[in-house]
């Protein structure tokens, strides 16, 4: 895990100083395009030139600021995104591992018959590759329970009970219930390599 969250970082860190140095580039030439426009007022108008230089530069110095701002926002935005979705590709890679794959279920697996409590269970809901995964897992747990394959589970494992309720419990949802805390953390983390 520590592994994918330095993978991540350093992926995210990469792409938001890409980003940030655009952004500097570009509030660079919003200067230096203001500070061109002053020199033209400067020679049309003489008595008025420092007020009116000094009123340009602000201008493009505050629009610079606030395009600069902007772009670093979206580009913190962006490389928070980014880490999810490399994190969600690390998901399916891990998926597609079966031995990396098969603790983790059994654990997902636990995770839901534990939150079930003492409710009584109709059916494991999973998706269509890991219907033989299950049944083993369920089989190891001594707990018998039909195994359904259906398409909107993936990840991970859901279960049914009697009066139909359904608790969950995948990567992705997980990520996903994580994901503003995670968002705050790689946003700080992002920040701080830049300003480092």
Known sequence: ???????LEKE??????????????????????AEGEAQAVL??????????????????????????SSLRLNAQHDG??????????????LKDDPAAYAPIFRKLLDDVLKGAGQQEL?????????VELAKKALESAGVKLPV?????????????TINRSRIESTLYS???ALSGELASEVSA??????AG
């Open 122 to 130: 109709e059916a494991l809901e999973v998706a269509p590759g890991d």
């Open 12 to 33: 995210a860190s990469a792409e938001i100083e890409t980003i940030l140095s655009e952004a500097q580039q570009r509030a660079s030439e919003i200067v230096a395009k």
């Open 174 to 176: 997980r990520l996903d």
């Open 189 to 194: 983390a992002l920040f701080s390599a830049k």
């Open 1 to 7: 895990m520590a592994d994918l969250s330095t993978l």
């Open 148 to 160: 359904e394959a259906v398409d909107d589970v993936s990840g991970g494992v859901r279960v049914r």
């Open 80 to 93: 928070v995104q980014s880490v999810f979705t490399a994190a969600r590709q690390q998901i399916d890679k």
């Open 43 to 68: 020679a049309a108008r003489k008595r008025s030139v420092a007020t009116q230089h000094e009123a340009t530069l602000v201008r493009a110095r505050s629009a610079a600021q606030l395009e600069a």
